[in-house]
């Protein structure tokens, strides 16, 4: 009897460490539009889900005349620590489609923070080569929510391999 108790302890002990790190375990957040502050998306097939809680940071503002959007979520998936999305000098609206291409005025981007080590990043953007798309699936002014799903490419500079961002959706409020 001795020895079953100690042989249960021992499964539930190593069953209850066995926490996957990279969030495979859990589901990505459905695709919402109700503001719901939520930022996912599968990096190289793993899940990346937002660990900020619904804090990140999120604006559409209209300055100096022109419009500028983005978003950022916070996750590690191997050496990838955040996911975004940007406009420059480039208005948006629901049930708009946007490639994601360099960032510069004009366009879209998508972008992954890339961690080589604690004193070692960079930022990897979409580009002519590794391109993406972003659909805006609401934007609401009254209630300042905007929701989307994006898919993008990006070029890991430390590997050469490419990044593959895939069923991406967020759905949060935003500041003007």
Do not use: H
Not at 34 to 50: H, S
Not at 64 to 76: A, L, N, R, V
Not at 92 to 101: K, S
Request: with cysteine; net charge negative.
């Amino acid at each position: 009897m001795k020895n079953l108790l100690f042989l249960l302890t021992i499964t539930l002990t190593l069953s209850c460490c066995n926490k996957d790190d990279d969030n495979n375990t859990e589901t990505l957040p459905p695709a919402t539009q109700t503001g719901a502050g939520t930022f996912a998306c599968k990096v190289n097939g793993q899940n990346f889900i937002d660990t900020s809680g619904g804090y990140f940071n999120c604006f559409y503002q209209f300055t100096g005349g022109e419009y500028y959007f983005g978003i950022q979520g916070s996750d590690t998936v191997g050496m990838i620590t955040s996911v975004g999305l940007g406009t420059d000098k480039k208005q948006i609206e629901q049930g708009g489609v946007y490639q994601l291409i360099e960032p510069t005025d004009g366009n879209a981007n998508g972008g992954t923070g890339i961690t080589q080590s604690v004193s070692s990043g960079t930022i990897s953007y979409t580009n002519s080569q590794y391109t993406g798309e972003l659909t805006i699936t609401k934007l609401d002014f009254t209630n300042n929510i905007v929701s989307g799903t994006f898919w993008f490419d990006v070029e890991n500079p430390y590997t050469g391999e490419t990044v593959e961002i895939r069923e991406g959706r967020f759905d949060t409020l935003f500041t003007q």
